[in-house]
């Protein structure tokens, strides 16, 4: 059996996120940046994360939340 994509879940997030934010990029900063977290950590091992790394989400500054 396969094994599940150590991403899947913060993948499924961004998309869940901008569907209910009329896909604007900024509401969905935090699930985003949950995104980079584990592509850093699972460098290699997630298709989810082919392609996301390089992208120009990484330059998302932290929100006052963070």
Excluded at 3 to 17: E, L, N
Excluded at 28 to 50: F, K, L, Y
């Amino acid at each position: 059996m396969p094994q599940k994509d150590p991403c899947q879940k913060q993948a499924c997030a961004i998309q869940t996120c901008l569907q209910a934010n009329k896909y604007v990029e900024s509401k969905c900063e935090d699930v985003i940046r949950e995104m980079q977290r584990c592509c850093a950590a699972q460098t290699g091992n997630s298709v989810c994360c082919s392609g996301f790394k390089d992208s120009k989400l990484t330059n998302f500054k932290p929100s006052k939340n963070s």
